[in-house]
């Protein structure tokens, strides 16, 4: 391996001299398109640097689109760098934007596109993503499409649910998240599993009177943590009782009248599973104002984790959700689709984490 001279006496920092001598091999042709570069530590043994050093040069190659990395593979010269008069193909990640700033939704689109994000920028081929709710003049390689209950209007058809036959006449690669519809790709949480392991953590600590609030079911995730739900109370021998499952929004407000009504009841629930962090928010606030003590009257299981976010008086159980594990694997899905690389019909479900904290175990 041929290699230039670290120059120590120069005042630059080493890894931009590493990352120069790195460019000049690639510009020089020594290292052709989709070439396998040396690894980090041939090429800590060449510059006769620190790992950390060669590390941060390769890194600063990967974000300029000269390299990029395959995870067990190492790292390859990009095309991108010689054709830089062609613009980049690009994804775009649908969802909804809000009358209102709402910071908890908010922060799970974030997390959603900082997933995609973090795969599109370890590969080549001159990826980006853009976030929006509708199609421009630019036609996007392909299409990132999330559903939710969240929308205030109607602007958009695909979202408000997602809408099977649309996406199936799109001439578009596109890869749904939270939703799986017969022969379009897509990510989705097992949320039936993860309603199951909240009754059945509920169940351990003596409960048997289980309130549940039931929203949109037009909304694939909701319709399938309810049937968890159901599934949980008869594998645990508890019988369904209707004056259990309470109508509610997906919003505080509506949880917080949802779990009044529960409360009130001759003989209320020991606990409630708000199939949502807004809405567990709401019972929360119902139980203080009613004097219901929270867990030593009342055990409350949101589902979703935004504690970073929201810091409620009790800290609260709950499933959380592998968002940006699912950004990450929806890029990766919608690439490999692109190139034509994976069937058109795959889907992967993830795993749910119930989080346990004192809102159930005092």
């Given at each position: 391996m041929k290699v230039s001279t670290i120059n120590h006496k120069d005042p630059s920092?080493?890894?931009?001299?590493?990352?120069?001598?790195?460019?000049?091999?690639?510009?020089?042709?020594?290292?052709?398109?989709?070439?396998?570069?040396?690894?980090?530590?041939?090429?800590?043994?060449?510059?006769?640097v620190s790992q950390g050093t060669v590390r941060r040069a390769l890194l600063e190659l990967v974000k300029d689109g000269y390299l990029y990395r395959r995870q067990g593979k190492g790292t390859f010269v990009s095309s991108r760098w010689i054709e830089s008069n062609v613009e980049p193909s690009f994804v775009k990640f649908f969802f909804p934007m809000f009358e209102e700033q709402d910071q908890i939704f908010d922060r799970h689109h974030k997390e959603l596109a900082r997933g995609i994000q973090s795969y599109l920028s370890s590969i080549s081929g001159g990826y980006e993503m853009l976030i929006d709710i509708v199609l421009d003049e630019r036609k996007p390689g392909g299409l990132v499409i999330q559903e939710t209950p969240f929308i205030k209007g109607a602007f958009f058809d695909l979202l408000n649910p997602v809408n099977p036959e649309i996406l199936r006449k799109l001439t578009t690669p596109c890869v749904t998240i939270h939703r799986h519809i017969p022969g379009i790709p897509g990510i989705r949480i097992d949320n039936s599993k993860g309603a199951e392991s909240v009754i059945k953590h509920l169940v351990e600590y003596g409960h048997r009177r289980i309130g549940f609030l039931k929203n949109r079911q037009d909304y694939a995730d909701t319709q399938e943590?309810?049937?968890?739900?159901?599934?949980a109370l008869a594998d645990n021998g508890l019988p369904y009782e209707e004056e259990l499952v309470m109508?509610?929004?997906?919003?505080?407000e509506g949880a917080y009248l949802a779990a009044e009504k529960l409360l009130s009841l001759p003989k209320p629930p020991s606990a409630i599973f708000a199939p949502g962090w807004q809405m567990a928010l709401g019972v929360l606030k119902a139980a203080k104002d009613k004097g219901v003590d929270v867990p030593g009257d009342l055990a409350v299981v949101a589902f979703d984790?935004?504690?970073?976010?929201?810091?409620?008086?009790?800290?609260?159980?709950?499933?959380?959700?592998?968002?940006?594990?699912?950004?990450?694997?929806?890029?990766?899905?919608?690439?490999?689709l692109v190139?034509?690389?994976?069937?058109?019909?795959?889907?992967?479900?993830?795993?749910p984490q119930l989080i346990i904290r004192r809102s159930t175990t005092g």
């Open positions: 920092p080493l890894y931009l001299q590493v990352k120069d001598f790195i460019l000049g091999e690639i510009k020089s042709g020594r290292y052709g398109i989709d070439c396998l570069i040396p690894s980090e530590n041939e090429l800590v043994r060449a510059y006769g943590r309810f049937t968890g739900y159901l599934a109508p509610s929004s997906w919003y505080g984790d935004l504690t970073e976010l929201y810091k409620p008086r009790v800290p609260l159980t709950t499933i959380k959700q592998p968002v940006f594990e699912m950004g990450e694997k929806a890029a990766k899905m919608l690439i490999d190139d034509g690389e994976r069937a058109g019909s795959e889907h992967i479900t993830l795993q």
